[in-house]
């Protein structure tokens, strides 16, 4: 795994201005307070969207939009499609109709823009996902509460549990932060190490 050096300051326990390093991960999840698995999960799903939303930074809508590569896979595609399915599962979870229902006839826009939708607005809109899962989740009374699986197709019957939600968004969402990198960088070279780099106002290497 890739690492970088950091310096260790106050917050980590040394004192300040030490100028001592150790060795840090590009990107960390802080652990959670004792006890907090919900914000455990929480920390978990927001680090796997920043990934998708760093690979978009200083690109052009004509650049979010492209395919560099053999997938038909581009970044704007990507970032519509994990706001809508992270909203579609936590629509399920209270058992309500996803915002936008999804079928043979439409399931390709879950990765297109369309009708006058923009980065922005596909960043803005996962924001506001993003704060509503985070009110839910804390919200249900148990992380064990469950609700069926929709009468899809492509879900086998069963039900499933709140925690399972929070998993399966983790995987989700990590899952294309992960095709998000290999896009952007076969569109400009930049790694996803520069770009958390670039995120803070910094440079890689």
């Known amino acids: 795994m890739a690492r970088s050096f950091v310096d260790v300051g106050q917050g980590d326990g040394l004192p300040a201005g030490t100028g001592e390093r150790r060795r840090a991960m590009v990107t960390h999840v802080a652990a959670e307070a004792r006890g907090d698995e919900r914000g455990a999960l929480l920390a978990f799903i927001e680090e796997q969207r920043g990934g998708v939303r ?3 930074l200083g690109l052009t809508e004509e650049q979010a ?8 896979l581009s970044l704007s595609g990507l970032l519509k499609h994990c706001a809508e399915v992270e ?3 936590i629509a399920r979870a209270k058992q309500e109709p996803p915002a936008i229902q999804r079928d043979q006839t439409n399931w390709h826009e879950t990765f297109q823009l369309v009708d006058g939708e923009t980065v922005e607005s596909q960043l803005a809109y996962w924001e506001k996902v993003a704060a509503e899962t985070e009110a839910y989740i804390r919200s249900v009374p148990s992380l064990d509460d469950n609700f069926p699986l929709p009468d899809q197709p492509w879900f086998p019957e069963g039900r499933v549990s709140v925690r399972w939600v929070c ?3 983790i995987r989700e969402t990590a899952r294309h932060a992960g095709h998000a990198d290999i896009i952007r960088e076969s569109l400009d070279g930049a790694t996803a190490f520069e770009l958390v780099a ?3 106002g910094t440079t890689w290497g």
């Open 54 to 56: 760093r690979a978009l």
């Open 65 to 72: 939009a492209s395919r560099p590569s053999a997938s038909e």
């Open 198 to 200: 670039k995120e803070r």
């Open 167 to 169: 998993l399966h968004l």
């Open 87 to 89: 909203q579609g599962w």
